[in-house]
């Protein structure tokens, strides 16, 4: 995706993601060369449909893979951000911080889903408010906000 030219998935309707692909390559039945990547191959709105449905720790991770992949995570429309191994529950710290510099990193114009769940304490409120702003101002269509009672 080439810088100042970003859009993603829900932000274009020129793009389907199902389309077919004009450009085929045919192997007539020969095994694939190793090192070929074809995932690669794909269209920004493809693979902003796959990433879409990974956790967001799991997407951001995507980056390291090759420059076009950099930004690529910045686009994704739907924003789950849960407990994992990065980020225990005994940590809820860490994953509050993370939700907080990925909603002002991401560049898409609108958010399909934002979903966050971990044990919430009152310390969290203005972190919890900033998202909330910024998910509204990007017209969200699907807030999810689990917060088991912390005790």
Same mark, same amino acid.
């Given at each position: 995706m080439e810088e100042g030219s970003r859009s993603c998935s829900s932000c274009s309707s020129d793009d389907d993601p199902f389309a077919r692909r004009s450009v085929r390559r045919r192997y007539d039945n020969n095994p694939l060369p190793e090192? $070929?990547?074809l995932i690669s191959n794909l269209t920004d709105s493809i693979l902003l449909h796959i990433l879409s449905?990974?956790?967001l720790t799991d997407v951001i991770a995507t980056e390291t893979l090759s420059?076009?992949?950099r930004f690529l995570w910045k686009m994704v429309p739907n924003l789950v951000f849960r407990h994992c191994a990065r980020f225990p529950s005994s940590k809820p710290?860490?994953? $509050?911080?993370?939700?907080?510099?990925?909603?002002?990193l991401h560049e898409c114009?609108?958010?399909d889903e934002l979903s966050v769940g971990f044990e919430y304490r009152p310390k969290f409120r203005s972190a919890v408010d900033v998202w909330l702003h910024v998910?509204?101002?990007k017209n969200?269509?699907?807030i999810d906000l689990d917060f088991p009672f912390y005790s």
């Open positions: 090192n $070929v990547d449905s990974l956790p420059k076009r992949w710290s860490a994953l $509050v911080s993370f939700i907080y510099k990925a909603l002002l114009s609108r958010i998910a509204i101002g969200v269509e699907d």
